[in-house]
């Protein structure tokens, strides 16, 4: 079932993510989240986006796997899973800036700087706990994504400049003036 996605200015995008120990009830949800975010042209979703606040999110880097073609910022290990109750044990690599976007910030696009590699642990869908590590594009949307469970945005990063040039979109955004092609939940509902 797609679900809407929750626009920013929604307060829920604030709060910190609970963990799951419902994993029968987890997973309908992470079939739910695959659906939205394959729905919404996205790479990766989190609960809270949802309006859920559980430490759940989803990543596909599998559909850009064939052609990928980026120099500044290498794809990793494509994956396409769900991590539940994630923790990054440790952040390491060079930090590079690269361009990212978020589903709840339609049309807002800034660079971010994060680091290269990330190690996490987190459990799958039968409650199986893993240790990993990943790089390039496929950590980025990890880092961004766990943030999500954190009530952190990547717009959280920029400069007061930079966040200056973005005010007027993002207040449209958060007046409920911006529509996106894919269903939502206005900020200010
Ligand atoms: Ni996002």
Known sequence: MIRPIVLYGHPVLRKKAQPVDDFEEGKQLIADMFETMHNARGIGLAAPQINILK????VDTVQLA???????????????????????????????????????????????????????????EEGQWHEEEYDGLTARVIM??????????????????????????????????????????LPNR
């Open 66 to 124: 064939e052609g990928y073609d980026d120099d500044e910022m290498p794809l990793g290990t494509p994956i396409k899973k769900a991590f539940i109750n994630p923790q990054i044990i440790e952040h390491s690599g060079n930090p590079i800036v690269y361009e990212e976007g978020c589903l709840s910030i339609p049309d807002v696009r800034a660079n971010v700087e994060r680091p290269f590699k990330v190690l996490i642990k987190y459990q799958d």
């Open 144 to 185: 961004h994504e766990y943030d999500h469970l954190q009530g952190k945005l990547f717009i959280d990063y920029l400069s007061p400049l930079k966040k200056q040039m973005l005010s007027s979109k993002l207040k449209n955004i958060q007046r409920g003036k911006v529509k996106p092609f894919y269903p939502v939940i």
């Open 55 to 58: 430490q759940i999110f989803v």
